[in-house]
């Protein structure tokens, strides 16, 4: 009966030590230990043994089975541990997507724009200007020709800010105002673009945010006309998307120009994307900065970076651009 009792120990503990799941060992514990096992039965004719038979087997009975429940013990903290770390594995975060190495990262698309679209007017003999974003009355309206009644201040629905007298302070809803500090600052000849975020106070959709950005150009000098106007907004259109887009302008309304002018360009498809506002500068816009308007004449365009960028990407929703999902981002 000893050499039968080692023999099952042998085995026993071989199986034990090649189950590989809680739940196999679980089903191998009953096979082994329970009544019905190899063991189980040996302990029901131990009591038919000689005394000293009985109480030598017995103890080796009683080996055997602490050494199985041992081995069953020390299989069940292996399996269970292994199961924890795999649970620990699935349940990881993946944060692989947040760069800790130096390769990642790269400028927005946005600001790729407008830096590819400066090197454009740069190379058109133009110069590069800035203003705030939180403007006052004077640059964002008053001095662009909005009267202090006019109706063309709802044209454009404005983020007011808590300074000063009551909408006296804003959020610049244009990039307008820049054309206005550029003139008090310098004396013409002025070639200059101005690119910048701006707000409007009106409901986000996948063609309008509220916080986007234009790229103003101002030009003044003796003898502009509105041909050069036309032909520079020609010339930066093909120079930032390719010699098969065109533009056309619409006549439009806008307090600081006059005439007037909407412009779109055209993709090589055909369809049409408006795109921003144009004219040449009001006479009463440079007596404001100080320019002599019977001297001096010039134009200036506007338009939105965003969708202008967004249609050269193929981006169909321009919310995506001012979304923070590195999938999107990192597309550019
Ligand atoms: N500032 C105008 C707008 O945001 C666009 C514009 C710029 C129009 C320059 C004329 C001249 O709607």
């Not at 058109?124 to 964002?140: I, K, M, Q, R």
């Amino acid at each position: 009966m000893i050499d039968e009792l080692r023999a099952i120990e042998a085995d026993a503990v071989a199986q034990i030590a090649g189950t590989e799941t809680l739940e196999a060992l679980g089903e191998l514990q009953r096979d082994l230990l329970g009544k019905t096992s190899a063991l189980g039965g040996l302990k029901k004719t131990l009591g038919s043994l000689e005394p000293d038979a009985r109480r030598e087997a017995g103890l080796v009975m009683n080996e055997v089975s602490e050494a199985l429940r041992g081995a069953f013990e020390t299989k069940k903290n292996e399996l269970e541990a292994l199961e924890r770390l795999a649970r620990a594995e699935a349940e990881r975060l993946d944060l692989t997507e947040v760069r800790t190495s130096l390769d990642g990262g790269h400028l927005h698309l946005v600001t790729q724009t407008i830096e590819e679209l400066e090197d454009v007017f740069v190379g058109l003999g133009f110069s590069v200007a800035e203003g705030p974003e939180v403007e006052d009355d004077w640059h964002n309206f008053t001095a662009l020709n909005f009267g202090q009644y006019h109706p063309a201040r709802d044209m454009q629905d404005t983020f007011f800010v808590g300074l000063g007298g009551p909408k006296e302070v804003v959020m610049r809803t244009h990039t307008s105002p820049v054309q206005i500090r550029v003139m008090e600052g310098q004396e013409p000849p002025i070639y200059s673009i101005m690119p910048g975020r701006v707000y409007r106070n009106e409901a986000t959709d996948s063609t309008h945010l509220a916080v986007f950005h234009q790229l103003e150009c101002l030009v003044i000098d003796r003898g502009i006309t509105f041909a050069h106007l036309a032909g520079t907004i020609d010339r930066f259109t093909k120079a930032y998307f390719g010699a098969g887009w065109t533009s056309r302008l619409r006549p439009s309304y806008f307090p600081f120009t006059e005439p007037s002018a909407e412009f779109d360009i055209q993709r090589p498809d055909g369809t049409w994307l408006e795109l921003g506002g144009c004219g040449m500068v009001h006479p009463n816009v440079l007596s404001n900065c100080g320019i002599d308007p019977e001297e001096f004449s010039g134009f200036a365009f506007g338009f939105g970076l965003d969708r202008l960028a967004a249609t050269r990407h193929g981006v169909s929703d321009l919310r995506e651009l001012a979304s923070t999902d590195i999938r999107f981002l990192e597309q550019f």
